[in-house]
């Protein structure tokens, strides 16, 4: 299946490291060789690179792996088509608009049986995971036609939204606003919370450590999401089958602190 990597932080940040040993997953060390993306939110704007190449040989991912952007919130995906060919517009993540704000997806498994329901947004190429983005943004916008609702009353919707379509499969996803990050386990997602006090960390599929006390501020947190671990020598938390989070300034909210935000 595909894989999945994201980044929420509390100040902008570069995710050079991070996205150094996951792209040796597409091709590398991994066989996800049909595609990849990365998208960085930057204020209200949206930075989105796609290639249908694997990421291990790509001169894009090459580019973004020495280009140290910026930013709160980022989502990356390697491919290994299953539902659709490979070809660029089926390579995640997916970006469309909602409520005046970009929206950006990216899912790992298959929901084989979800069918394209009506509405504004559509799918432009073959995948199943486009389709389960739009019916998220299809049914959002229906039920808060006014605008975005508050965390707690949005939070409720996409766990109900998730819930029917994992009915059709396995529905590992990351999506976010730029605001919010929300991320859900069907079956393998994890993550870590990196925070004063900082130290070294090696990367699992590339021989290369970085001591983040010298890149940090002791008053910066960064979370990153990905479906299996990236570094061997952190402690990385599983997120449990069923589960939705939302994570924001760089540490996953509680669900009972939901409604007081």
Known sequence: MCQLLGMNCNVPTDICFSFEGFCARGGKTDDHKDGWGIAFFEGLGCRVFLDDNPSSTSPIATLVRQYPIKSTNVIAHIRKATVGPVGLENCHPFKRELWGRYWVFAHNGDVPTLAE?????????????????????????????????????????????????????????????????????????????????????????????????????????????????????????????????????????????????
């Not at 073959?126 to 916008?141: G, H, P, V």
């Not at 605008?147 to 059709?168: F, N, R, V």
């Not at 960064?222 to 069923?242: F, K, R």
């Open 117 to 261: 329901a009506p509405g504004l947004h559509r799918p432009v190429g073959q995948t199943d995971s486009e389709r389960a983005f739009c019916q998220i943004l299809n049914t959002l916008r229906q039920r808060f036609p006014q605008g975005k609702p508050p965390i707690a009353d949005l939070y409720a919707a996409l766990q109900a939204i998730t819930a029917a379509i994992a009915q059709h499969g396995i529905f590992n996803y990351l999506l976010s606003d730029g605001e919010h990050f929300f991320a859900h386990c069907s079956t393998k997602l994890c993550y870590i919370v990196r925070q004063a006090p900082f130290t070294a960390a090696h990367l699992i599929d590339e021989d290369l450590t970085v001591d983040f006390q010298e890149l940090t501020t002791p008053n910066d947190r960064v979370a990153v999401i990905a479906t299996t671990s990236l570094t061997d020598n952190e402690q990385w938390t599983p997120i449990h089958p069923g589960e939705l989070l939302v994570f924001q300034n760089g540490a996953p909210i509680a669900p009972l602190d939901l409604q007081r935000l």
